[in-house]
């Protein structure tokens, strides 16, 4: 359906984030990210490889998250009609990258009150009439009141609640919208590597829809669904909403292109609000992930028992970021040649967002297998 929203500018603004070896502690860029970083180590050698052999053959350990400099807590926004604050901070990405696991471990923080549930989806739960759609029109006033209500009345800031809805990322008119009604909001999203996120979203469609009755493989479900996408973009022509709603409709391929979302969220909110964190670095060091959305939330950096971080909470076969160290299988090599091709350019473009220092850098195993 054609979009009357002009396309927004792209606010983007931020220092280039510096990666150094050795620590870091105790120094604040001018992006108020700290990163540590070394060499990456090649756990598994391959032959010199380009392209998609690169993508399936190179194994590379990936360190720890970077570690933003502790913040303060936002302020608390009061709500003219609760008369408590508004939501601080909003989980809004991505499906099949871990936000259940970190739901559930962020949830038992001492300064974190959650809403009532996990995925509210308020503002694109219906996909006939989305709440924020257009975004020049506020949401009624009396359905957002409603929204507030699944929240806890907190009045002080030292305490914070948020919402943890991961389709939020790629809803086009979401950022205009909560930037109006909750303009302090910090942001946290969650990216996995698109290929193996994709297969992830393919295997649980295929677990509770039985996409196989349509679509016998996910071979075949790429034949016939990545020219579409593909045809949508081309029609959007560079328009970042339209893009990014291109992207929604195709929740299995098209949820998998980050970079457009992300700078249309960054039109709304200042880079220093918007974090980005990864799956595979949650995978092999859970608590720096945990500690680096704890210091951008501005609460206590608390430590978590191994048990807490390991644990997975979800219950399809291969859901969780425990499965993001193995790859999924995929028969047909062609089929991943075509994902391949089509997300390449995506991930450069994520890449020139986090040379730019407006997202956190991008996993080692990214940079080697996408040949960044």
Request: some cysteine.
């Amino acid at each position: 359906m054609p979009l009357p929203v002009p396309l927004l500018g792209v606010a983007l603004c931020g220092a280039l984030w510096t990666a150094r070896a050795g620590s870091c502690a105790g120094r604040e860029d001018s992006r108020d990210q700290c990163v540590r970083s070394s060499a990456p180590r090649l756990l598994q050698t391959s032959p010199l490889a380009s392209g998609l052999a690169a993508w399936e053959t190179l194994k590379v350990q990936d360190g720890p998250a970077a570690l933003p400099p502790q913040r303060a807590p936002p302020p608390c926004d009061v709500s003219a009609a609760t008369g408590a604050c508004l939501p601080g901070f909003m989980v809004i990405g991505m499906q099949k990258s871990g936000t259940s696991s970190l739901f559930n471990i962020l949830s038992t923080h001492p300064q974190v009150r959650p809403a009532s549930k996990k995925e509210l989806l308020f503002f694109n739960g219906n996909f006939e009439r989305l709440r924020c759609s257009p975004p020049s029109t506020r949401p009624d006033d009396v359905e957002f009141l409603q929204y507030l209500g699944s929240f806890p009345q907190l009045h002080d800031s030292a305490v914070l609640t948020g919402e943890f809805s991961a389709t939020y990322m790629h809803c086009w008119c979401c950022p205009s919208a909560m930037h109006r009604l909750m303009p302090g909001l910090r942001l946290v999203t969650q990216l996995r590597d698109p290929i193996e996120r994709a297969r992830s979203r393919w295997n649980e469609q295929h677990n509770w829809f039985k996409l196989t009755e349509t679509h016998g493989s996910f071979e075949e479900y790429i034949d016939l669904e990545l020219p579409k996408l593909q045809a949508c973009l081309e029609t959007a022509d560079g328009k970042l909403e339209e893009e990014v709603h291109c992207a929604d409709q195709s929740n299995v391929l098209g949820l998998s292109l980050y970079d457009s979302a992300i700078r249309l969220w960054l039109s709304q909110y200042e880079p220093r609000n918007f974090l980005v964190t990864y799956l595979e670095q949650l995978a092999v060091d859970p608590q720096s992930v945990v500690s680096a959305i704890q210091r951008h939330l501005g609460i206590d950096d608390r430590r978590y028992a191994p048990e807490v971080l390991s644990k997975k909470y979800n219950a399809e076969g291969a859901y969780g970021w425990k499965a993001a160290s193995a790859s999924l299988y995929v028969q047909s090599s062609t089929g991943l040649q075509m994902l391949y091709d089509f997300y390449r350019p995506h991930m450069q473009s994520l890449k020139t967002l986090a040379d730019d220092g407006l997202i956190s850098p991008l996993p080692r195993s990214w940079i080697a297998r996408w040949k960044l």
